[in-house]
């Protein structure tokens, strides 16, 4: 895999898949530019050498149909504002005037496809469709890390018509945090889990055991867990089904000396909702309630253990924390994260979501693009975006 900081890209022109998959409100405005900003270093090293620059993404899921709301034209404006480079747009992403809009296209110019996925074909991994695209440019560069772990014609397929393949700047940031950090990382190494299910996380699981000192668990899941030791967990959410799973995760983290804690106090609310009444109860959730957040003396507990850890990987809230008085064991970690000297890792969904919202963003050393690649990752699966540009 070349490197994108040793390449030229002067007199060439490079295909990028970057994920503009931007939220807009119903005036097709963006509401969170993050994606965008994100891909900014990669397309503006090849036009700084020389080069041109196709970008090719998604935009929801329009499911084959050219639909109005789903076109990338809504984000041209604000892309050429960001770039400060006049971003051509082509109305499509293959056919005959792509190419010849294309094939105009000069060294320090931009051209914006539309929407990949109005063609079944992108998320087919359609050989004739990559083929298509990559005859526009010279060099692809994926730099959509959220998209990695899908086999689609942009993401994975296209290299295979390309001699000079590479991964972008923020694709080589997410190899290096969630891939090779977390292969070999210092120790004492922490991770938290958490979020509703077991189910969703179990591989994760599985793979973190046999790297991690500590397992940190928080969240809906934490009550299948529980449930499992003999606790009583009311009406907290419980998947009776992995019962015996997760019984035998705490097995092999004991047999691999994993310090894998649970929750040692909760927030038992009568209801669903942010004006339920609250009760602080310890690992016996009375009949009638729920537990929605892990209590004052777990958070403690846990952030005493992520004081302690030369790295961190962070992935899934510890309780419902959208609502305001179930909120505070989610940032209580965040801040126990971002006061530690750890290089932490946070790895996509909700955890990013609960990052920015506590405003303790930029204390971390890495926050993931991706939802679901950067679960795949934690779980050791080789992504087929990120081998496709590996050769």
């Known amino acids: 895999m070349a490197a994108i900081d040793s390449f030229n890209f002067a007199g060439k022109k490079a295909i990028i898949r970057v ?11 963006i509401t ?5 900003r994100a891909a900014v270093p990669t397309i503006k090293k090849v036009l700084g ?12 899921r329009p499911k084959g149909e050219a639909k109005e709301e789903f076109s990338l034209k809504h984000i041209v404006a604000h892309l050429s504002a960001t770039l400060g480079v006049d971003v ?7 056919g005959d005037e792509v190419k010849a809009m294309a094939a105009d296209l000069k060294g320090g110019e931009v051209l914006l496809l539309d929407n990949l996925r109005f063609h079944n074909e992108e998320t087919k991994g359609d050989e004739g469709f990559a083929k298509q695209l990559s005859e526009l440019a010279d060099v692809y560069v994926n730099d959509a890390f959220g998209t990695a772990h899908r086999a689609h014609a942009s993401t994975t397929i296209i290299a295979k018509y390309m001699d000079e393949k590479m991964a972008g700047y923020l694709l080589d940031k997410e190899i290096k945090f969630l891939g090779d950090t977390v292969e070999n990382a210092e120790k004492p190494f922490v991770a938290i889990v958490g979020g509703a299910k077991v189910s969703g996380k179990l591989e994760v699981l599985k793979s973190l055991i046999t790297k991690v000192d500590t397992i940190l668990i928080g969240g809906g899941m934490a009550y299948t867990f529980l449930k499992a030791q003999g606790h009583s967990i009311g009406n907290s959410l419980v998947e009776e089904d992995l019962i015996d799973t997760a019984k035998q995760i705490l097995v092999d983290a004991e047999k691999n000396g994993v310090n894998f804690m649970l929750p040692v106090d909760n927030l038992a609310a009568d209801k669903f909702a942010d004006d339920a009444d609250i009760m602080e109860v310890g690992n016996e959730i009375p009949e009638g309630r729920m537990a929605l957040d892990v209590g004052p003396k777990t958070t403690a507990a846990y952030a005493s253990e992520i004081a302690g850890a030369k790295t961190v990987v962070w992935n899934g809230p510890m309780g419902c924390f959208e609502m305001p008085n179930f909120s505070k064991g989610t940032f209580g970690v965040c801040q126990a994260v971002a006061d530690s000297s750890a290089v932490s890792i946070i790895g996509g969904g909700d955890s990013v979501a609960a990052v920015n919202k506590s405003g303790l963003a930029d204390k971390m050393s890495h926050i993931s693009t991706g939802g679901g690649a950067s679960l795949e990752f934690l779980e050791g699966k080789e992504l087929p975006g990120v081998k496709a540009i590996r050769g």
């Open 88 to 94: 051509k747009f082509a109305p499509d992403c293959i």
């Open 32 to 36: 969170d530019d993050t994606r965008i």
């Open 49 to 60: 050498d020389g080069g041109a620059v196709i970008l090719m993404s998604h935009l929801g």
């Open 19 to 29: 994920d503009f998959n931007v939220p807009l409100n119903d005036k097709f405005e």
